[in-house]
């Protein structure tokens, strides 16, 4: 489901040059003007070039600004999210936040009179200043910041750019970048592996838990024989009590510690009309209270109503909204859940993000969207990564989804590993996916870092077994290593690269691994053209993410106060280590699956998928830290025990 943006060295190069040659390859300006580093994409090649763009075509944007003082606003972040600084858990208002850093008045009028002035129409500024939007056509952005714009092929889709860097006058000295005159977010995906079409059901058999059916008690619907190993059949997806039993949860919650008094934001692109209903039912199939009272919805005022360019995707997005708002209410009944919806998908997560940020809407925040490498314009992940600082400065836990194609190489010799961004960001915490066994009595049987290879059965035997998708991971080279991860993560992951030590990911881990994934119920529109509730089974990073903010969730009520950036504490408390250990008596499972996603009337798919299988792959499971799993997944009370003395 994913678009990938494949990162080559070349595009990194770009990159690079780009940011420290910017100025150079800009046409002959007046003294009082200057060129922005970074505002070109990477993919904005000639040789990718399919043609100008219509002058006339409509262009939504934001400004964005820097903070104010520098690295002021991320030196009192760091102190304040870091234990045993002066300032630890001193979180500042947003509004003493934006009082502080915020971008003043002045600067705001300054770019608002400018882009008046070059015919624009000015949007919303939000509440800390950040940036400034504004609409017009191509043709005048163009002629405002001296440059043109050409449709460039990428990775399937033809998105705008401009061709040359942006260009903006000596006295707009506080723009930092500007986000949506070129079409990268167009690139962004959510990280549900093999999410659902239209309509898909559960094959069968499959296990309430974690080997209740096998290859040997159980018998497939159309005779075919299975080879014996992997000799368990998938779950058909773990849900309510199974999931806090297995991460050591269920004890806190029925005594309280639910995460009530807690506010957890979600965004995603869009919003399913029928998202609270669907969940409230799903609840009561699960032992789960009610969402009523505790779900609430926004469309934050100033979120462009202009859709992205690539496929508008609502009903692709309804999943993965069901996901994070039921994945968050499994492991976390009691907490509010704030959804904050974008119109579209991709162009307007960052504001989106940023309304939660500058009003405090929440306490703790689950993203679980991402671009598949670091390649995106230095001009759009400032601007993002600013959001991030105030997010810690003032008390809010960013969480992400670390991604759903390991190290975006494919298994592939010679392609070139990356991380995903924004999860690379020091400033959020990457949640990376685990495979999971759950037992019949809500126990964590095993857990294994989700790399997972697939075998089609062939002739009675499954064929040799290719790689699909797995934990995203490994090594930034735009970051340095952040603090926290001085002493824990080893070197030779850190200094891949050579050189000085990078920030590495993930952070933290939970089951993502679509063949021991959640159950997950949305109303789904089946082939006879009727509408009804139906559950299936899924995975990703886009479950761990949510999975792991909601037992962050009982960590911050158990501690009474925030935490900001989560990390510092994260690396300190204790998780359960994944490794390889129980790979050769839990190697994969068998999964069943309707050839038409519904019945068994057009017959079955059987494959075999294989756990940790990271043959290929530049990330690996190890004991300690590792670039799958991170530190490790939650460990229940001792667990929220530690991160509450914090």
């Not at 001792?638 to 991160?643: C, D, E, K, P, Q």
Request: proline fraction near 7%.
């Amino acid at each position: 489901m994913s678009r990938k943006l494949r990162t080559s060295l070349s595009g990194l190069a770009a990159v690079a040059l780009v940011l420290t040659f910017a100025g150079l390859t800009v046409p002959a300006q007046a003294a009082s003007h200057h060129a922005l580093a970074g505002s070109v994409p990477s993919w904005a090649k000639a040789s990718a070039k399919k043609g100008t763009t219509s002058g006339s075509d409509t262009v939504d944007f934001r400004v964005y600004l820097d903070w104010r003082g520098g690295t002021a606003a991320e030196d009192y972040a760091r102190a304040a999210t870091t234990p045993g600084s002066a300032s630890y858990h001193k979180f500042l208002t947003a509004a003493q936040f934006t009082a502080a850093y915020g971008p003043s008045s002045a600067t705001v009028d300054s770019v608002k009179s400018w882009l008046k002035g070059q015919g624009f129409t000015i949007g919303t500024v939000p509440a800390n200043n950040k940036y400034v939007e504004a609409a017009g056509t191509v043709a005048q952005a163009a002629t405002a910041f001296s440059t043109s714009f050409a449709n460039y092929a990428v990775e399937g889709q033809v998105l705008r750019s401009n061709s040359t860097p942006l260009v903006v006058p000596d006295s707009l000295t506080g723009v930092e970048g500007v986000i949506g005159l070129d079409e990268s977010g167009s690139l962004v995906h959510h990280n549900s592996a093999a999410g659902p079409p239209p309509v898909f059901k559960n094959g069968t058999p499959c296990s309430t838990y974690w080997g209740e059916k096998t290859v040997a008690t159980a018998p497939t619907p159309d005779g075919t024989t299975l080879p014996a190993t992997p000799s368990a059949f998938a779950p058909c997806g773990y849900a309510g009590a199974q999931l806090q039993g297995a991460y050591g949860m269920s004890g806190a919650i029925s005594n309280g510690n639910n995460g009530a008094g807690v506010t957890v934001g979600i965004i995603d692109a869009f919003a399913s009309p029928t998202m609270l209903s669907d969940a409230n039912t799903y609840s009561a199939n699960h032992g789960l209270p009610t969402l009523n009272g505790l779900y609430s919805e926004q469309v934050a005022p100033g979120i462009l109503s202009h859709p992205a360019t690539s496929k508008k995707d609502p009903a692709g997005w309804s999943g993965e909204e069901s996901l994070d708002v039921e994945a968050v209410h499994t492991m976390a009944p009691g907490a509010k859940i704030l959804y904050v919806g974008s119109p579209n998908n991709g162009a307007d997560m960052d504001s989106a993000l940023n309304w939660i940020v500058s009003k405090h809407a929440a306490d703790i925040v689950s993203n679980s969207y991402g671009f598949s490498s670091e390649a995106l314009p230095p001009g759009n992940i400032k601007p993002t990564n600013d959001i991030f600082i105030q997010a810690a400065a003032t008390g809010i836990s960013l969480f992400f989804s670390s991604g759903d194609s390991g190290d975006e190489t494919g298994a592939v010799a010679g392609a070139t590993p990356t991380p995903d961004w924004p999860a690379s960001s020091p400033w959020v915490t990457a949640v990376g996916g685990t495979s999971l066994g759950i037992t019949s009595t809500n126990t964590r049987l095993f857990e294994l870092g989700w790399e997972t290879n697939k075998s089609l059965l062939s002739a009675g035997a499954w064929a040799a077994p290719f790689y699909v998708y797995g934990s995203g991971g490994g090594t930034s080279r735009l970051f340095a290593q952040p603090s926290y991860q001085a002493g824990v993560v080893p070197a030779s992951m850190s200094q891949t690269y050579g050189g000085a030590p990078m920030r590495v990911v993930p952070d933290v881990a939970a089951v993502g691994d679509p063949t021991t994934g959640m159950a997950v119920g949305q109303t789904q529109l089946f082939p006879d053209g009727h509408a009804a509730y139906s559950e299936y089974r899924i995975g990703g990073t886009s479950l761990s993410s949510p999975l792991y903010a909601g037992m962050f969730a009982l960590a911050l009520q158990k501690a009474g106060h925030e935490f900001g950036l989560a990390n510092p504490v994260l690396y300190q408390v204790g998780a359960n280590d994944i490794t390889k250990t129980d790979l050769a008596t839990y190697p994969g499972a068998v999964r069943v699956d309707f050839v038409n996603g519904v019945d068994g009337s057009n017959g079955y798919s059987y494959t075999a998928r294989y756990f940790d299988a990271d043959t290929g792959l530049t990330i690996h499971v190890a004991p300690g830290y590792d670039d799958v799993t991170g530190v490790g997944s939650p460990t229940g009370a001792t667990w929220l025990n530690a991160s509450a003395a914090h």
